[in-house]
C-alpha cells in the first residue's frame, strides 16, 4: 500500500517531464514554422522606412523616433495583442480568420452552412469549455445578427477576404524575404548587378517550393535550427552596434520619441508608417499555424527568444543609422562587422528561404479550412505526419503560389515595391482578426460589451493608422495584394453559392416519405441481393436521384443505406460522435441513414475499413434499437430517432470480424447481383490496382447467440448477406444550370464560373476514394 502512495508523485513527475521536453520540442520545431517570417523582418525594415520622403529628415532624432515606434508596434502587436489575447482564442487547438469565424457560427448560430442539425450541437468540441449555451447576457445584439441574413453573408465575405490575404502573403513572403536577402550580395560583391539577384532569387525560390512536399514536420526539424542561430547572430550584432555606435540608442524605448518624431516629420511620417509595419508581417502565422504546433508553445518561443533577439536587433541597427545615415538603403548589411559578414549571410540566405516556410503552411491551413466549409473547390490535400492533425501539404495550392511568387519576383524587381503590397496584405488580415476578435470576447467568452470595445478601439486604431498609411502607396505596388485577393474571392464565394443553390434544389425536391410508404416493402421495383451506398448531401429526406434511377431502371439493392458527410464547424470530431444513425421507413424495407460528420481539420476519405465500420454502425443501430436502449444521443426527426454509435465501444455487439482468408474455407456461398463476368472482371481490377490489392480484407459474421431476438437476429443475417453479396457506391453525376428566369450575374456566375471550378476540380468519387470498378453515377441536370 506504501508503496503504491509513492508511486504517484513518480508517476506524475515522469507525466510532467515528458509533457515538458514535448512542450519544448514543439517550441523548438515552432521556429522553423512560424517564426522565419518575423525574425527576417531587420532586413528590409529601415529601408522601407526611409525610402519614400522619409528620406529627407536624415538626422539622429529621425532614426531614434523610427525606432521607438518599431519598438512600441511589436510590443503591441505581436506580444499583447497575439501572443497574450488571440492566441488564447483558438478552436480546439486550431488558428486564423476561419478558426474565429466557426467559433461564432457556433456560438452565435451566424453560419450560413446546410445541413446543420441539433445533434450537431451535442458533440464535445462544439462549445469552449466553461460556455453556457442557455445563458445569452447580450442577446439584443445577438438576436440582431442572426435575424439579417444579410449581415451573416457580409460576415462571411469579410473572413474569405481575409482568408485571401494570407493567400496574397503565402506569394508575397517568399518574393520579398528571398530577393531582400539575395541582394546583400551587392554589399561586398559590387559587380553583382540587379538582374543576377533576381535570377539567384528565383532558383532559391523554386527549390523551396519543390520541397514542401516533405511535409511540415520535417521542414520544421531543417529549418529550426537554421532560424535559432539566425536569431542569435543578430542579437549579438545589434548589442555590438548598440555598445559600438550609439549606446545613447536605450533612450529611444520611451514613447516620447514617437511624439517628438512626428512633431518634427509631419505627414511624412505619417506616411512612413506603412514601412514600419513589415516589423511585424508575419505575425499572424503565429495564430494561423497554431494548429501546427499549440498555444503554449508558440508563447515559449516568443517570450524566450523572438521577443528579445528583434528588439536588440533593430536597435543596434538603429545605433548604426544614426552614425551612417547614407547607408540607410542597405543597413543592414553594412551594419554587419567584416569579419563575420559571410557566415551572417549565408546563414541570411537560410533564414529568409525559412521566412517563407512559415506562410506557405499557414496558406495550406488556411485552403483547407476553406475546402472543409464549403468555400473552395475540391483539391487534393495530403496530411504529412501520421500523428499530429494540421500538418498538410496541398500539391495545387503549391504550384500556384510558386508561379505567382516567380511573377512578382520578376516583375517588380524591387523590394520596397513588394513591401508596400505586402504590408497591405498582413495589416489587413491583422485588421480583420481584430474585429472578429471583439465579437469572440462577447459571443464565445461571455465577456463584457465594453471591454470588446476596448479592445477593438484600442488596437482597431493602431492598426487603422498604419493601414491608412500603406493604402497611400497602392498604385506603387500596393494593388497585388487586391487583385490577388479578388480573384481567390470570387473562386470562393462563386463555389459556396454554388454549392449552397444545389443543395437548396436538392432540399425542394426530396423524394417525400409518404410517396416511399406507399410504394411498400419491395418499393415498387425488384430488390437484387447486395447493398448499396446512396450518397447525398440531405441529411433528412430521400434526395432526387433515388427517385430519377428506380424510374429509368426499376431495380435496387435489397439493403440500402443513404449515407451523408457532412461538415461540421469545428476543428475535429472524436471518431466515438462521428457516425449518427437511423431508418428510412419501418423495419422491412431496408433502409437506413447514416451521417458521417467531420471537423475541417479531419480527413474525408473512404478508408480501408469504411464499409465493415459503417455495416458494423449499422448492426449496433439495430441491435440497440430492437433492444430499447435509451443510451446515447439522439437527433429526432419526422423519419425516426438518429443514435450517435460510438465505432470505437464494440462490446455487446452481435458482429465480429475475422481475417477474410481464415474464414474463406467455412463461409457459405452467397448470392451476388453481379454476374460471373462482372465478378471476374472486379477480381482481374483489384489484382492489377495496388491501392486495392493491398487493402486488408476482413470478413465480418454473426456470433452465436441464443438471447438474440429473432427480428433483430433476420435483419442482421440480411445486413451481412447483402454486404457479402457485394457493396456498390451510388453518386450524383450532376449538371448545375442557372434557370432561363434567373438574372444574367446568376447565370454567369452558375453556367460560366461555377461549372468551370467543377470540371476541373477534383471529382467527388476520387475526393472520397471510392473504386471505380463499384461506383454507379447517376446523371440529373440541377436548375437553380
Not at 499583447?80 to 476561419?98: C, H, P, R
Not at 537560410?350 to 516556410?357: F, G, T
Not at 416511399?516 to 418499393?523: A, C
Request: charged letters at 15%; proline letters at 4%.
Amino acid at each position: 500500500m506504501d508503496q503504491e502512495i509513492g508511486s504517484i508523485p513518480h508517476d506524475r513527475l515522469v507525466n510532467w517531464k515528458s509533457d515538458y521536453k514535448r512542450l519544448l520540442l514543439l517550441a523548438y520545431q515552432s521556429f522553423g514554422v512560424v517564426y522565419g517570417d518575423l525574425s527576417t523582418s531587420p532586413i528590409y525594415v529601415y529601408a522601407s522606412c526611409f525610402a519614400g520622403r522619409l528620406n529627407n529628415y536624415r538626422d539622429e532624432q529621425t532614426v531614434f523616433g523610427v525606432f521607438s515606434l518599431i519598438f512600441w508596434t511589436f510590443t503591441l502587436i505581436p506580444l499583447l495583442k497575439y501572443v497574450m489575447i488571440v492566441l488564447g482564442a483558438d478552436d480546439n487547438g486550431e488558428g486564423g480568420t476561419f478558426a474565429l469565424y466557426s467559433l461564432l457560427c457556433r456560438h452565435a448560430k451566424l453560419s450560413l452552412l446546410p445541413n446543420q442539425q441539433a445533434a450537431d450541437e451535442e458533440l464535445s468540441t462544439y462549445y469552449r469549455a466553461g460556455y453556457i449555451p442557455q445563458i445569452s447576457i447580450y442577446s439584443p445584439l445577438k438576436r440582431f445578427l442572426e435575424k439579417h441574413k444579410r449581415l451573416r453573408t457580409c460576415l462571411l465575405l469579410i473572413v474569405l477576404f481575409g482568408a485571401c490575404m494570407v493567400i496574397g502573403d503565402g506569394v508575397l513572403t517568399p518574393a520579398i524575404s528571398v530577393l531582400s536577402s539575395i541582394s546583400g550580395l551587392q554589399v561586398r560583391a559590387k559587380k553583382l548587378v540587379d538582374g543576377e539577384v533576381v535570377i539567384i532569387s528565383c532558383v532559391v525560390l523554386v527549390g523551396l517550393f519543390a520541397l514542401q512536399h516533405k511535409g511540415t514536420q520535417r521542414v520544421a526539424f531543417m529549418f529550426a535550427p537554421v532560424v535559432i542561430i539566425w536569431l542569435l547572430f543578430i542579437a549579438a550584432i545589434g548589442l555590438y552596434n548598440t555598445i559600438y555606435w550609439n549606446p545613447r540608442i536605450i533612450h529611444a524605448l520611451s514613447p516620447h520619441y514617437i511624439v517628438k518624431f512626428f512633431e518634427h516629420t509631419g505627414k511624412d511620417g505619417w506616411i512612413s508608417l506603412g514601412g514600419i509595419l513589415l516589423s511585424v508581417t508575419g505575425t499572424e502565422a503565429m495564430f494561423a499555424d497554431l494548429g501546427h504546433f499549440n498555444e503554449t508553445s508558440i508563447r515559449i518561443a516568443f517570450v524566450g527568444l523572438i521577443y528579445p533577439c528583434l528588439v536588440l536587433q533593430y536597435m543596434g541597427q538603429a545605433a548604426f543609422l544614426s552614425k551612417n545615415i547614407h547607408d540607410v538603403s542597405s543597413s543592414f548589411f553594412e551594419s554587419i562587422p567584416q569579419s563575420v559578414f559571410w557566415p551572417v549571410f549565408v546563414i541570411s540566405s537560410l533564414a529568409a528561404i525559412v521566412a517563407s516556410q512559415s506562410v506557405i503552411s499557414a496558406t495550406f491551413s488556411i485552403v483547407k479550412q476553406c475546402h472543409s466549409l464549403g468555400c473552395f473547390p475540391r483539391v487534393k490535400i495530403v496530411h504529412t505526419s501520421r500523428w499530429i492533425h494540421g500538418r498538410i501539404y496541398i500539391p495545387e495550392i503549391n504550384w500556384i503560389l510558386m508561379v505567382l511568387c516567380l511573377s512578382v519576383t520578376l516583375g517588380f524587381r524591387d523590394t520596397t515595391i513588394i513591401g508596400n503590397a505586402y504590408g497591405i496584405a498582413s495589416m489587413t488580415v491583422m485588421f480583420i482578426t481584430t474585429w472578429l476578435m471583439a465579437l469572440v470576447i462577447i459571443f464565445v467568452w461571455q465577456n463584457s460589451v465594453i471591454f470588446a470595445l476596448l479592445f477593438l478601439i484600442f488596437f482597431g486604431s493602431i492598426e487603422g493608422a498604419y493601414l491608412s498609411s500603406s493604402l497611400i502607396k497602392v498604385r506603387q505596388g500596393g494593388w497585388v495584394p487586391f487583385v490577388l485577393s479578388f480573384i481567390f474571392m470570387v473562386i470562393m464565394y462563386v463555389w459556396h453559392y454554388g454549392t449552397h443553390e444545389k443543395y437548396l434544389f436538392n432540399l425542394q425536391n426530396k423524394v417525400s416519405m409518404k410517396w416511399i410508404l406507399t410504394l411498400g416493402p419491395s418499393l415498387g421495383i425488384v430488390r437484387v441481393p447486395g447493398m448499396g451506398f446512396i450518397y447525398t448531401e440531405l441529411a433528412t429526406g430521400v434526395p432526387s436521384i433515388f427517385s430519377h434511377f428506380v424510374t429509368n431502371l426499376p431495380a435496387f439493392h435489397q439493403v440500402l443505406v443513404f449515407v451523408c458527410m457532412k461538415s461540421v464547424p469545428v476543428p475535429y470530431i472524436p471518431p466515438d460522435e462521428q457516425y449518427l444513425i437511423g431508418r428510412i421507413g419501418p423495419r422491412t424495407y431496408r433502409m437506413y441513414r447514416c451521417i458521417i460528420r467531420y471537423g475541417y481539420k479531419d480527413v474525408q476519405k473512404v478508408e480501408d475499413n469504411f464499409e465493415n465500420q459503417l455495416i458494423l454502425s449499422i448492426a449496433k443501430f439495430i441491435q440497440m434499437e430492437g433492444e430499447g436502449s435509451s443510451t446515447g444521443s439522439y437527433d429526432s426527426s419526422p423519419e425516426g430517432r438518429m443514435v450517435v454509435i460510438r465505432t470505437t465501444d464494440t462490446s455487446g455487439t452481435r458482429l465480429v470480424t475475422r481475417d477474410a482468408d481464415e474464414s474463406e474455407c467455412n463461409s457459405t456461398p452467397i448470392r451476388s447481383s453481379k454476374s460471373v463476368t462482372l465478378q471476374s472482371l472486379q477480381s482481374l481490377y483489384e489484382e492489377e490496382s495496388p491501392h486495392v490489392s493491398h487493402r486488408h480484407r476482413v470478413q465480418i459474421e454473426l456470433s452465436e447467440a441464443e438471447d438474440i431476438n429473432c427480428e433483430v437476429k433476420e435483419e442482421l443475417m440480411a445486413l451481412l448477406e447483402a454486404k457479402q453479396a457485394g457493396v456498390a457506391y451510388i453518386m450524383g453525376h450532376s449538371y448545375v444550370k442557372a434557370r432561363k428566369t434567373s438574372s444574367f450575374m446568376k447565370k454567369i456566375a452558375i453556367d460560366v464560373a461555377y461549372s468551370f471550378l467543377r470540371k476541373n476540380c477534383r471529382g467527388p468519387a476520387v475526393a472520397l476514394n471510392i473504386p471505380h470498378i463499384s461506383l454507379i453515377e447517376v446523371g440529373m441536370i440541377y436548375h437553380v
